[in-house]
């Protein structure tokens, strides 16, 4: 099956930003608004919960995305197929803000960790890549 071809991902602009947060004696709100405090239209959520094995081990083709550790903590690994930054996901206040092919992997999921996922794209699993092999060679020159 041949791959189709795309650039890697820009490993340099994966960054963790502060999320806006608001307490009282209540407690802390933090929100999240799409075009304010993140650069692209949410067109999916979904979060991990009961992790039981590593996740991620793909790459998506056009998708932005926000992770963010809402309970726990996990490692969270980018690669560009030549350099690889991971990031240690913690707090509730923060997210891992990323765009597109760029070779994810996630683990180190202390036990009760619960991560949300704000994207950019609806799913289509013809969008992503899963294998570390075929991401390779979708970047191939």
């Known amino acids: 099956m041949a791959i189709e071809k795309a650039p890697a991902g820009q490993l340099g602009l994966a960054r963790v930003i502060e999320l806006p947060s608001h307490g009282d004696e ?3 709100l933090t929100a ?3 075009g304010v405090d993140i650069p692209f239209e949410i067109r999916r959520a979904y ?17 932005h995305q926000l992770v963010i ?4 903590c996990f490692e969270l690994s980018l690669s560009d197929g030549q350099d690889t930054r991971s990031f ?5 206040t923060q997210g891992l803000l990323f765009g597109p092919m760029l070779f ?3 683990r180190s ?8 996922m ?3 794209t609806h799913y289509d699993s013809k969008r992503s890549i899963r294998s570390w092999e075929d991401y390779l060679e979708a970047i191939a020159p």
């Open 26 to 28: 209540r407690g802390v």
């Open 32 to 34: 999240v608004e799409a």
């Open 47 to 63: 979060f991990l919960h009961h992790i039981v094995a590593e996740r991620g081990g793909h790459a998506h083709r056009d998708t």
């Open 69 to 72: 550790a809402l309970a726990g």
């Open 88 to 92: 240690r996901l913690d707090s509730p």
């Open 104 to 106: 994810i992997r996630m």
């Open 109 to 116: 999921f202390d036990p009760g960790t619960r991560a949300l």
């Open 118 to 120: 704000l994207a950019s």
